[in-house]
């Protein structure tokens, strides 16, 4: 039997280790927390992150890492971005032999604008440990995976082999993966949603409707594909699951930590109490600080983050936001996509 090792033991990395499980792969899932540990394998429970979910018995929780990663050649990792260099050394003395890392996170690093997969390349660096790494992403909300709703995702890598790889260990009756390899756009629309979806709550924490909503989103993705596009990807990438369809569950999702924690500002709490209230990563926060900067090193324009920018760092109000929005000088449609389909 196949054994997968899952490094973070979230709602999304115990959803994706249910799934792994479920087509009868051996699941070591890893945790900090010895308490947390304890209630997955007495309990087939993880209730902070999946409420009245069972799990199944074929998911084996460790509080080592050494454990963890012993006789494995594929490791799924699901930390969030600011733990992943981090996870990445203390994986490399633990490590045996060479394996195949998935990532299922979302994000860009602030300061060097590095995608997760360059991440952990360069963590690395010239180890013989890593074989290579995949990207899983798209509509994939952990609740509805967990309840085994019909979810179709995408994967992507440098190595095509590495990709179907990671399609036949997911891929059932109920998820359905499909492979993309354009890497760059599948890490590039998988994280930059995240701050869109924190615009979408935030407009509708102002008592905004469907009308702005809908107007956040189709600019929004104008300004993923952008900035992907001058990253390299595919502008195709965008109207597919890790572009449009990532973009649309987000942000019209009750289940997202993002439209909440936008919906939350839009209400006047500062961001300081919306992290503590959460209780759980909030990937959007930390991405708009790298978008932004990302925006102006590669002079792409991206008003709506450079608009969230505002109001999360610089203390903007949101609604002198939405004016500074609305207020911009006319433009035409389509050459503002700017992108040569």
Not at 112 to 122: C, F, L
Request: charged share 25%; proline share 3%; hydrophobic share 40%.
């Amino acid at each position: 039997m196949t054994k997968v090792a899952v490094i973070g033991a979230g709602s999304w990395g115990t959803a994706l280790a249910m799934v792994l499980a479920d087509n009868e792969l051996e699941v070591k899932i890893w945790a900090r927390r010895k308490e947390q540990i304890e209630e997955i394998n007495r309990h087939h429970t993880n209730s902070k992150y999946l409420p009245n979910v069972v799990l199944s018995d074929r998911i084996a929780g460790h509080e080592e890492l050494r454990e963890t990663l012993k006789d494995v050649t594929i490791v799924l990792l699901v930390v969030p971005t600011k733990a992943i260099r981090e996870t990445i050394t203390e994986m490399k003395k633990e490590l045996k032999a060479p394996v195949t890392i998935i990532h299922a996170s979302k994000g860009i690093e602030p300061g060097t604008h590095k995608r997760i997969s360059e991440m952990i390349e360069e963590e690395f660096g010239d180890s013989e440990l890593l074989k290579d790494v995949v990207v899983l992403s798209g509509p994939s909300h952990a609740e509805e995976v967990s309840q085994r709703q019909p979810t179709t995702v995408t994967v992507s890598s440098k190595s095509s082999e590495a990709s179907e790889l990671a399609q036949d260990l997911f891929i059932n009756q109920h998820f359905r993966v499909y492979t993309n390899p354009d890497l760059v756009g599948v890490e590039i629309g998988g994280a930059l949603k995240n701050t869109i979806a924190l615009v979408c709550g935030l407009t509708n924490g102002l008592g905004m409707g469907d009308n702005t909503k809908a107007a956040i989103m189709t600019r929004g993705l104008a300004e993923i594909a952008r900035v992907g596009v001058k990253l390299g990807a595919s502008p195709l990438t965008f109207a597919g699951l890790s572009g449009l369809g990532d973009l649309i569950v987000t942000c019209t999702s009750v289940h997202s930590r993002n439209f909440r924690a936008g919906f939350m500002i839009g209400q006047g709490k500062t961001l300081d109490e919306v992290l503590s209230s959460m209780g759980m990563v909030v990937e959007g926060i930390r991405t708009t600080k790298a978008a932004y900067e990302l925006s102006q090193k590669l002079q792409v324009e991206m008003p709506i983050t450079s608009a969230l920018y505002a109001v999360l760092f610089e203390g903007l109000k949101p609604e002198q936001a939405t004016e500074r929005l609305m207020g911009r000088v006319k433009k035409h449609e389509v050459e503002q996509l700017n992108i040569d389909l």
